[in-house]
């Protein structure tokens, strides 16, 4: 059990007033406990709320492309790679792992790269 001591004033003598919280300060402290309580009592399932903006994530994402059309064999290289909208093909996050990977087939221009698509 915790103890919290309560002052009516700050001005008030005693040795423990300045550790101790005031009338709006305990109303506060009181209104996170029961704000946490709520929280505990209402858990959220992150794998079925994720689950559930997969659709959303695709549209506001963005995924590698390349900016021209190009072969299979050819080396994607900063200038020819973009990150533009859908989410759909590897995410922009990868960036730096895919500079200097050959492509294994033919890729048209601004269509998502998948992981298919890399050497």
């Not at 103890?3 to 109303?27: I, Y």
């Amino acid at each position: 059990m915790i103890e919290v001591h309560l002052t009516l004033s700050r001005r008030a003598f005693g040795p423990d007033v300045v550790a101790s919280l005031t009338v709006e300060e305990m109303a506060e402290l009181v209104r996170g406990v029961h704000h946490v309580d709520r929280m505990r009592r209402h858990p959220v399932d992150k794998e079925t709320l994720a689950a559930e903006m997969a659709p959303m994530r695709a549209i506001f994402m963005k995924s590698l492309m390349v900016n021209r059309d190009m072969k299979a064999g050819e080396t994607l290289t900063e200038e020819v790679l973009v990150a533009r909208k859908p989410g759909t093909g590897i995410s922009a996050r990868h960036h730096d792992e895919v500079v200097g990977r050959r492509l294994k087939r033919d890729v048209a221009a601004f269509t998502p790269l998948v992981e298919e698509d890399l050497a």
